[in-house]
């Protein structure tokens, strides 16, 4: 779930943060925490990475998907022989050194880590062609799901492959096809020197590529941007957080539900800072944008709510 969406459904200031202490804890067996050696081990081995990023001693789905699934002897009878398996860590309780814990940070920010658990499928070099998380069922049905997911590298690396004999537009358009292949999320922050070649290629876009993958930045840019200003907004820092909001409004002009979501956010600001008119004025701004969107039936119901409300003595 993107910032946008997460944050309609989230109170300002509810989210958790981990805080991690100083001293060294062991992974369980099969399982590295070293990234470095774990890339090490893979391209020796041509095996791929399977990243688990987890809140071991709190995050219940990350306890079902450990307790179901990997330690399981199904999953590590099967799973060693593809790939090298790395445990990421975020808990509440459990001590970590100072260099497991800025390691795993640079981690999660060099993989967009959202929610947890999340597991990020990349090849020895580190680039990522799959994400997924929790899926209930057991060892056997993640073991075919993790097959399925492999088969997004072999399409990937044929259409590289592909792309490395070819010129202009067939390159760009193989390019694509393994773009395509790992989703574009993957790709615009993990492949730019593709998505940039493919973008010049068919700079006149007759080939529907360069709009495609310029949308897919666009939203990238918005997304992050997004994060910053829920960041701010999170510290308690009102005004601040408005004025980012605005600065995004202005900038990078979202629309549709992007925009709808924004003025929603601003006017739950407002809410937080007591201002109930302004409040409710941006909550109907934003139905208006689009009334027949999802999230509009919880919007009008805010403003009904924040309409019914007795006046402050």
Known sequence: MNPL??????????????????????????????????????KEAGKDLLLEFTGSDWCP??????????????????????????????PSNIPQSETLVNQNNAL????????????????????????????PGGAESYLAHLDELKAIRATRDAALAEAKDAEGLDKARALDVAMQAVGLDLAIAHYPSHVEYIIAIDADNK???????????????????????????????????????????????????????ITVIRGQVHMQMGEMDQAVSLMKQAIAIDPESEISGQIEAMVEQLENMPAAP
Do not use: H
Not at 108 to 134: C, H, M, Q, R
């Open 207 to 261: 080939a529907g590529l360069k709009g495609k993958y310029e949308e897919a930045m666009n939203a990238g840019a918005l997304d992050a941007a997004m994060s910053e200003a829920i960041e701010i907004l999170q510290a308690g820092d009102f005004e601040a957080g408005l004025k980012k909001l605005e600065t995004i409004t202005e900038e990078l002009d979202p629309q549709g539900e992007s925009l709808q979501m």
């Open 5 to 42: 969406a997460r944050i309609i459904r989230t109170p300002l200031g509810a989210v958790a943060i981990a805080l991690f202490a100083t001293t060294a804890t062991a992974a369980s067996e099969g399982w590295t925490e070293d990234f470095p050696a774990a890339q090490a081990e893979a």
């Open 108 to 135: 999660a920010s060099k993989y967009n880590i959202e929610g947890y658990p999340t597991i990020v499928l990349a090849d020895a070099a580190g680039k990522p062609y799959a994400k997924t998380g929790y899926r």
């Open 61 to 90: 789905p990350c306890k079902a998907l450990n307790g179901e699934v990997f330690s399981t002897s199904a999953f590590m009878d099967s799973a060693p022989s593809d790939f090298v398996l790395v445990k990421l860590d975020f």
